[in-house]
């Protein structure tokens, strides 16, 4: 999916949300839906590990010991 997108074709990504989001955004709430979609709860813990990935790899830091 991400070389998809890195040029430029976003159909196999509009189709997966047109079939586990968009069409169900009328008749579940947002906090559902994200369970829908991902099997899990709205939580940040993969945003924030996303993050420590990121920018320990890119300032060359040991984030591991962050709270």
Do not use: M, Q
């Amino acid at each position: 999916l991400d070389e998809r997108i890195a040029h430029g074709e976003f159909g196999t990504l509009r189709g997966w949300l047109t079939e586990n989001l968009y069409r169900h955004g009328s008749t579940h709430r947002p906090l559902e839906l994200v369970e829908r979609a991902t099997g899990k709860p709205l939580s940040t813990d993969d945003f924030v590990g996303y993050l420590r990935s990121k920018f320990g790899a890119l300032y060359g830091i040991d984030t591991s010991t962050l709270r």
